[in-house]
């Protein structure tokens, strides 16, 4: 409790922006077109916007509520609420702590291609097997890495007002920019095929958003729905102690009620913007099969490059604003996944922030190694429950992603919903007398659907059916 006094917000404009730029990641770049070209363009944007208004605002409010009035982070918040409990915020500690390692690499990645665009290698970066070759490599990845879990850590280090809110506040209206300038840019292009054939961004558009309805059956609606669930799980940062972690850090005269509101605004104009910004691009000059059917680290590694050379000596220049972008939006959700682990630690062992932050960064860093050599000397393949094939990286994403995050979901939902009580959540969003107009609808979800679908999507990654 005594280092969470010593750490806040200044105010509600700084801890919505740092909140979204925990919510806005990789998720929102490269996962939210994919899944939205794959699934019927505008379908799964109205199916992705209702399950955010109804689950997401549910969830979001919990944890940031669970957060201010407990005034601790994830790992001792649950046992605040019942004693019985505590074990449960232990597992939220697991979550981030398993991400880091991962996010950190990919992070490195976006540095390596970055510096490229740079240095305008371009031609070499856009070439086949560029980016199975660098992964693979033994040294580069590693040394990005650590460039990137670095400036990460230094982040953290300053502590919340100093570090996280000040970067927060400078990045992400910069991140705003640069995406809705580079969807803009998206629009104008065209290009025509050796059969004559001409593409525009403004028909790329249409496949993203115009419903496509064709073969839709009750089972591929119900893939859609838990696509989308899952995407707004990963997209929202609920579920995994950041919120948590964020609220505590929330004075008690702040709106929450109006902040959760803003901060699901903000994340879902982002992903719908990169849509815009990537969907055109990748159909103008392959095709909307190529957008449908491509991986996500492929989509930003392997396939766009080759849009930026298409599109001549301007798409260099796209590309350096493109992964500025990117690295902006990776680099608030990492901070907000170490602040998580940080936090944690610093209740646990009772150390100050610059102990804990720097022992973190140093753990990461070995999780880290280990995943980039899952690319190279400790490469290899295993068959996962939810039909995939993954190694290491793929693993660690799995474990945290499809299987303790849902997990950590029900749990909450019962301990919330049947245990404490929806009002021990009301109370502290109408704390200040503010109007909490979603209440009925609040505790429907927490108590009902929320747990069962939950059920439904860990049942799922679980190989059950």
């Not at 605002?57 to 005034?71: E, N, P, Q, S, V």
């Not at 064709?214 to 838990?226: A, Q, R, S």
């Not at 609220?247 to 992903?271: E, H, L, P, R």
């Not at 019962?414 to 502290?428: N, R």
Request: charged letters at 10%; one cysteine or more; aromatic letters at 12%.
């Amino acid at each position: 409790m005594e280092q969470q006094k010593k750490s806040s917000f200044s105010g509600s404009i700084g801890f919505v922006l740092a909140a979204a730029g925990s919510a806005v990641g990789l998720g929102n770049i490269w996962r939210f077109p994919n899944l939205a070209a794959k699934h019927g363009g505008g379908l799964f944007i109205l199916v992705y916007i209702a399950l955010v208004l109804l689950f997401g605002f549910a969830l979001l409010m919990t944890d940031i509520a669970i957060g201010r009035k407990t005034g601790m982070n994830a790992g001792n918040a649950y046992g605040a609420i019942h004693k019985k409990w505590k074990w449960v915020g232990h597992l939220t500690f697991v979550v981030p702590a398993i991400i880091m390692t991962y996010y950190t690499v990919i992070g490195g990645w976006i540095l390596k291609y970055f510096t490229e665009y740079v240095t305008f290698n371009g031609a070499q970066v856009a070439s086949d097997g560029y980016f199975g070759n660098f992964t693979s490599s033994t040294v580069a990845p590693v040394v990005f890495m650590l460039i990137y879990l670095a400036i990460t850590a230094i982040i953290v280090y300053a502590g919340v007002e100093k570090g996280i809110e000040k970067f927060s506040k400078i990045v992400m209206p910069c991140l705003l920019i640069l995406i809705a300038g580079i969807a803009i840019y998206s629009l104008t292009l065209s290009y025509t095929t050796e059969s004559g054939e001409i593409r525009t961004g403004l028909q790329g558009v249409a496949v993203y958003l115009v419903p496509n309805f064709d073969g839709l059956t009750v089972g591929k609606f119900f893939n859609i729905m838990l696509d989308a669930m899952n995407q707004m799980f990963y997209s929202l940062s609920v579920a995994m102690g950041i919120m948590i972690t964020y609220g505590s850090y929330v004075k008690k005269d702040i709106n929450i009620n109006k902040s959760v509101t803003q901060i699901q605004i903000f994340d879902t104009m982002v992903a719908i913007l990169s849509g815009m910004m990537i969907v055109p691009a990748v159909c103008v000059f392959f095709g909307p099969e190529r957008m449908v059917n491509e991986a996500g680290a492929g989509l930003m590694f392997v396939t766009l490059p080759k849009v930026f050379e298409n599109m001549g000596f301007a798409g260099n220049i796209v590309a350096i604003f493109f992964f500025i972008m990117v690295a902006f939006a990776a680099l608030t959700s990492s901070v907000s996944i170490m602040e998580t682990v940080v936090a944690s630690c610093m209740e646990y062992f009772k150390k100050t922030r610059k102990q804990m932050s720097l022992l973190v960064a140093a753990v990461a860093a070995i999780g880290a190694v280990l995943i980039c050599m899952g690319y190279n000397v400790l490469y290899f393949e295993i068959a996962l429950p939810n039909g995939t094939v993954g190694q290491l990286l793929d693993i660690a994403d799995y474990i945290s992603n499809s299987v303790i995050m849902p997990l950590i979901t029900i749990l909450t939902c019962v301990l919330i919903g049947w245990i404490a009580k929806p009002k021990w959540v009301i109370d502290e969003v109408q704390r200040n007398g503010e109007k909490f107009a979603r209440k009925g609808l609040f505790i429907v979800i927490i108590k009902y659907v929320a747990p069962v679908v939950m059920t439904i999507l860990l049942l799922k990654a679980l190989g059950v059916f």
